[in-house]
Every structure is written in C-alpha cells, then in structure tokens.
C-alpha cells in the first residue's frame, strides 16, 4: 500500500476521519476558493521560474475557477484574489531571494520511500533550491496572515517539513509564505531538521501504518471548546448521520460501495 503525509496526518488527527476518506471513498468537495487559488498560484510560480508568464498562467488557471459556486472568507472575492495574486508574484521577483536551477527537474519532484516489506511512502515536494544562497527543501504556502515567526525554532517542529526532510534527507528546509493582504507580503521562513527528529517521524509513520492496517479506525476522543476540530470538519455530516450536511461538503468516490466489507473488521 502506498501512504503520504496527508494520510498520516488525517489518522492522527482523527481514525474515522482517515476511514471516511481513503476507505469509505467520501472526499471533501474543492469548494473553498483559497484552496484552489493556491493551486493556480503554485502553477503561476512553476511558469516563472520556466521563465516563462507567471501572470498569464495564475489569469488562466484561476478562471477556470470563475464560475464555480465557491466559498470566499472575509472580504475575499474573484476579483481580489486576482489582484493580490499578481502583487504577490511581482514582489517576489523584486525580492528576488529563491532560486531554482533546472526547474523541470527540481519542481514538483515525486519522492518515494519503502517503508517495511509492502508499503511505499510517497511526497511531492514543491521545490528543491536556494533560499538566500543556501541549499534547501522549499514549501509554497498561500495565507490570508502572516505565520508565526516566534518562538525561536517554531518552524522546525512542523510536521510536514519533518516529513519532507526525512522521505528526501535534505536537512535545510524553508516555507516562503504568501500573505495575501491589503499589503501583500512574502515571509521567507528557514530552518534545519535535525536527524533525531527525522528517525522519531520514521517511527511515527511505523507505528501509524501498524494501526491502519489492523483496521483501528476508533471515533475522535470527544469534543472540547472552544478549540473544536470536528466543527470544520468535512467529514462531521458522515459522523453525526445528518444527509444535509453530507450532501454539502462532501461526495463519494465511484466504486466505494466495494469497500462496505472493512465495516466488519471493528466488530
């Protein structure tokens, strides 16, 4: 079987989450406009750095979004996030920090690992470059605010950075954030992983995949507030058994009624 952060991370946060997603075959409907203009953006990026026309590309790719009934927050809209899109790409290149040799080799790169005598664990890493002159992991991130920068060292202990220097071994790694604002900003964000924290993920994905493969798929522990995940949740609707909220945020996957059988391995 073949696993990646995101399943990783969707088994941690909640088992029956992970089941809803990757065995019940529910996926979330691709209705939030921020997530889907950071995709357009990350193309926007991949185009300038082939040197080729950022902003033609984030227009194309962003309009193929235009006429989908999204979600905007705040005072977000089409238009807005357009605009904030191409000042962001110009401040980039006037900050002209990062660079990426080869860019159809070093964008986008798959990474595959072993993990035991079955399973693969695979990455896909936005780029591999140079931030400031120094070799690194590089991780494209679109924000409506500013990430946290304090305490000292915070950056280090994010799990998917963890993940992505441990599956390629690249200890410098670094998030360049795109603040989409009424003053865009770009926070370019470095760190090093060390080899500990390294080998503690490799036994965390060890110990998960343990888990998965003995169908333990147990509900979240409980509720707290005011810091409640299963209230963003898309998967709450399958939870709670209210269709309506099922019908608005998530779809089922052709075929997933194949998969009804794994219901019998929690009893």
């Not at 691709?30 to 950022?54: I, K, N, S, V, Y």
């Not at 309506?244 to 998530?250: C, G, L, R, T, Y």
Request: net charge neutral; with cysteine; aromatic share 10%.
């Amino acid at each position: 079987m073949t696993y990646s952060y995101t399943q990783i991370s969707h088994y941690l946060t909640c088992p029956r989450r992970y089941r809803h997603r990757y065995l019940d075959g529910w996926k979330e409907k691709d209705t939030r406009a921020a997530m889907l203009f950071g995709r357009a953006f990350e193309r926007a990026l991949g185009a300038l750095f082939r040197q080729e026309d950022p902003g033609a590309v984030l227009f194309a790719e962003w309009s193929a979004c235009q006429s989908q009934d999204l979600h905007y927050s705040n005072r977000d809209s089409w238009d807005r996030m357009l605009r904030q899109g191409i000042m962001l790409l110009t401040r980039f290149c006037q900050d002209d920090r990062v660079r990426v040799l080869q860019p159809r080799r070093n964008l986008q790169i798959k990474f595959t690992r072993p993990v035991g005598e079955k399973n693969d664990f695979v990455a896909y890493i936005d780029a591999i470059g140079r931030l400031d002159g120094t070799r690194c992991l590089l991780e494209w991130k679109t924000s409506s605010g500013r990430y946290p920068e304090e305490p000292d060292g915070l950056l280090s202990l994010d799990p998917q950075l963890v993940c992505y220097s441990w599956i390629t071994g690249i200890a410098e790694v670094a998030q360049v954030v795109f603040v989409r604002k009424s003053l865009v900003e770009v926070q370019y964000l470095r760190t090093t992983i060390t080899d500990e924290q390294r080998q503690e993920f490799g036994r965390l994905v060890d110990d998960t995949m343990r888990r998965i493969e003995s169908a333990d798929f147990p509900p979240h522990s409980g509720i707290r507030f005011p810091q409640n995940p299963c209230s963003t949740c898309p998967y709450v609707g399958l939870c709670l058994g209210k269709q309506e909220m099922i019908d608005a945020a998530v779809v089922r996957r052709p075929g997933a009624d194949s998969l009804d059988w794994l219901d019998e391995l929690n009893y």
